[in-house]
């Protein structure tokens, strides 16, 4: 077996993943928090004020990445949720499971700050065009998938009811978007106009792409926070679990 | 009738299923009953204006609908899984998504057709105006299978769990926005004189895909329930 | 600093959001961390438990 799939294969294992991703873990965090720093360092201090929405536009460093995140955790979920179902692999499951509060918690962020932005800006609070509705709609899918997964007694189980249901989700969120555009376009008269970062000056630009690089990271640190934590649970009966769990001088990470 | 073949076997779950309903008859008016109070609430909250009314009639005819289908979902394997009936049907060497299909269209005609046919009355309750009836009960029979096929998916997930109502309608409502804009649209637009057509076009091709898939998708989602 | 505070007028908008973006991933932060604990606890008691029963013989 060559070595990529035997790399692959170790690492599909949960006692491997859980020792690797404890090393990660802590590093993903501490790199998530210095470049969200910079970036905002970047954002709020260095970067002038917009000729048309002077200070407020700086709500953009924290909504567009969380609003990127908030797709990307889905698609994440949604591959994890595929390889889950197609082929069983434990730790897709749990991958899968453990992104949807992450990705939640980012489009809960991107909805709040979202409002709070369009209401000196447009001068409402929200609007039901295509991007929002798609955004809420998004909001309720995960609200779905972390509620299917709880709703089950058995873990391997509830996690494949709840993957089925994030992969139906998938192909949802596109027909929502298209749907509630042409609504908005049959109610004519009713739309704001959206602000829309079209040319962006590069002092603005820097900022946002370090902040939507620490949101990536910090998802994958806080991904593996919580699959490590689902492992221990689902592995108890097994060895290396409660190895883990002897109360050594360090019990807590 | 042959005994063993699959035709017979999606007869035989079909006329079982309206046996059972038949016996319960006064049981398939709720739905309608539950609509008919939503469509009474309505006026006494907004106000009795006609116009006003008018202009939102083909909107709240839908969400009632909607909703009372939604309360009506529960009922599709319910009894089936109480008994172990419903584990027979999945065990059983026919194609589940065929007879799956069986049981959705004795589900549907039993809890939809029903409200199409008081939908006039709810209509026109809510003075719509009678040139956008026709448009109504057009996509509601394009829109209440549409939704009865993708609540069968979301129902074969929570089959089983005894207090699965809001977890159900957290499930279906991301699927059953898209039919309602549609379905609504088309009255909204045969309502103010726009042509309407489109929109029931794609609730006739979304219905036209989930005639095939879903059925298709319950059987997967069964599977997993009930293993 | 009264300046950058004031946000040209918009504080309380921009201010808001950060806030929500903070307290909402602190949230994100500290959940599994509780969950862990609540999870090595339980093992430790069951582990606890499964040790002891060898010395009680079934009768």
């Not at chain 1, 020792?19 to 260095?46: D, K, N, Q």
């Not at chain 1, 048309?52 to 460093?61: C, E, K």
């Not at chain 1, 709040?112 to 899918?141: C, N």
């Not at chain 2, 076997?9 to 038949?22: G, N, Q």
């Amino acid at each position: 077996m060559n070595t990529l799939t035997l790399w692959f294969h170790k690492f599909g294992s949960p006692p491997t993943f859980y020792r690797v991703s404890g090393l990660l873990t802590p590093w993903l965090y501490a790199a998530a928090l210095v470049f969200a720093a910079i970036g905002l360092y970047g954002g709020l201090v260095l970067a002038p004020p917009d000729y048309q929405q002077s200070d407020a536009y700086r709500i953009i460093f924290v909504h567009v990445p969380c609003a990127w995140m908030s797709l990307f955790a889905y698609f994440f979920m949604a591959v994890n949720a595929f390889i889950a179902l197609v082929w069983r692999i434990k730790i897709s499951e749990t991958l899968a499971m453990a992104s949807a509060p992450v990705g939640a918690a980012f489009t809960a962020i991107t909805l709040a700050t979202g409002a709070i932005w369009g209401k000196p800006m447009w001068g409402t609070w929200w609007t039901w065009d295509a991007r929002l509705t798609s955004e809420l709609v998004l909001l309720f899918l995960y609200l779905g998938v972390i509620g299917l997964y709880h709703a089950i007694e058995d873990r391997r189980q509830a996690a494949r009811a709840a993957a089925f249901l994030a992969l139906i989700g998938v192909v949802n969120v596109p027909i929502v978007h298209f749907s509630v555009k042409w609504w908005n376009t049959l109610h004519q008269g009713s739309t704001v106009r959206l602000f829309g970062p079209s040319a962006i000056d590069s002092s603005m630009l820097w900022p946002l792409l370090l902040l939507a690089l620490a949101t990536h990271i910090w998802f994958f640190a806080s991904l593996f926070a919580r699959a490590r934590v689902s492992l221990l649970e689902l592995e108890s009966g097994k060895d290396w679990a409660r190895a883990d769990a002897l109360p050594t001088g360090a019990a807590h990470e | 009738m042959r005994y063993g073949t699959t035709a017979s076997a999606c007869a035989a779950v079909i006329r079982r299923d309206l046996l059972l309903t038949w016996r319960r008859r006064g049981d398939a008016l709720n739905p309608v009953l539950f609509a008919l109070i939503v469509v009474v609430l309505f006026p006494l909250a907004l106000g009795p204006e006609p116009n006003q009314l008018a202009r939102i009639a083909a909107g709240i005819v839908f969400v009632a609908i909607l909703i009372a289908g939604l309360l009506a979902l529960d009922t599709l394997f319910r009894a089936d899984y109480d008994d172990g009936t419903l584990e027979q049907l999945v065990l059983s060497p026919h194609p589940l998504p065929l007879l799956l299909a069986g049981k959705i269209f004795v589900h549907w005609l039993t809890t939809a057709v029903p409200l199409i046919l008081a939908a006039p009355l709810l209509a026109g309750m809510l003075f719509l105006p009678r040139s956008v009836l026709p448009v109504l009960l057009c996509a509601l029979a394009l829109a209440t299978p549409l939704l009865s096929l993708l609540g069968a998916v979301c129902v074969a997930l929570t089959v089983g769990m005894r207090r699965s109502g809001m977890l159900l309608a957290l499930l279906v409502l991301p699927l059953y926005v898209p039919v309602l804009i549609f379905a609504a649209g088309a009255c909204e637009a045969a309502q103010a004189g726009l042509p309407f057509i489109a929109p029931l076009l794609w609730l006739g091709a979304a219905l036209a895909m989930a005639l095939v898939l879903a059925p298709l998708a319950c059987a997967a989602a069964l599977r997993i329930s009930i293993s | 600093m009264n300046e950058f505070l004031a946000m040209g007028g918009y504080g309380a908008y921009v201010w808001s959001s950060y806030a929500i973006f903070f307290i909402v991933l602190l949230i994100d932060f500290l959940a599994p961390r509780l969950q862990r604990r609540r999870v090595l606890a339980e093992l430790r008691g069951r582990m606890k438990r499964q040790r002891k029963q060898p010395e009680n013989p079934p009768t």
